[in-house]
């Protein structure tokens, strides 16, 4: 039997800054360009991952107003709680039949937030469309480009990664001009 050596990548994410190796598996990372205050107040640079938008940025896929209008559209898809991972709302305390929560304290934030999402993924052509499927998996639940590829089919086909990338570039093109125009309000 054969002696494994140490992973020298194996320890978490140290004084010298090496990434565990579980870590980098999950996608590219990077620092921080500047430091951040961490939940004590002191000045840090943590890593963090570098997502679609940023990615097709750098590329020169998408424009700096696109990248801008996919991250409104994540952004406002995480305050409509629309993610299919629920935990317990802490708004809304059950003790015995009574249910509390502080009247209007969100509620109608989440419901401005929903319908904008709801008139954007109309403005691309609805759910049922590719550009709206995209938008929703891809930057709503944030999964990865090539798994809604592989998990997509329209008219019995598979969806390529390359024309996965299009439809992407196609929605935030559109997504872009429906923000632009001012129907989102």
Not at 23 to 34: I, K, N, S, T
Not at 54 to 77: H, V
Not at 148 to 155: F, H, I, P
Request: glycine residues 10%.
């Amino acid at each position: 039997m054969t002696k494994r050596r140490p992973d020298p990548h194996a320890a978490a994410a140290s004084a010298d800054g090496t990434l565990t190796r579980e870590r980098r598996q999950h996608g590219a990372v990077e620092r921080l360009e500047r430091p951040i205050a961490d939940a004590a107040g002191h000045p840090g640079r943590p890593y963090r991952t570098v997502d679609t938008l940023a990615l097709m940025e750098r590329r020169g896929s998408i424009t700096a107003a696109m990248r801008a209008a996919g991250e409104d559209f994540r952004a406002r898809f995480a305050v409509a709680q629309l993610d299919p991972l629920r935990a317990l709302d802490p708004m809304r305390l059950r003790l015995g039949d009574r249910t509390l929560w502080r009247e209007n304290e969100g509620g109608l934030r989440i419901e401005a937030a929903r319908a904008a999402v709801w008139r954007a993924i109309e403005a691309v052509g609805g759910i049922a469309s590719p550009a709206g499927s995209c938008l929703w998996h891809v930057l709503g639940w944030e999964r990865s480009l090539k798994e809604w590829a592989l998990e997509q089919g329209w008219s019995g086909r598979r969806v390529s990664q390359e024309s996965a990338s299009g439809i992407l570039i196609a929605a935030l093109g559109a997504l872009e001009s429906h923000w632009r125009s001012g129907r989102s309000c």
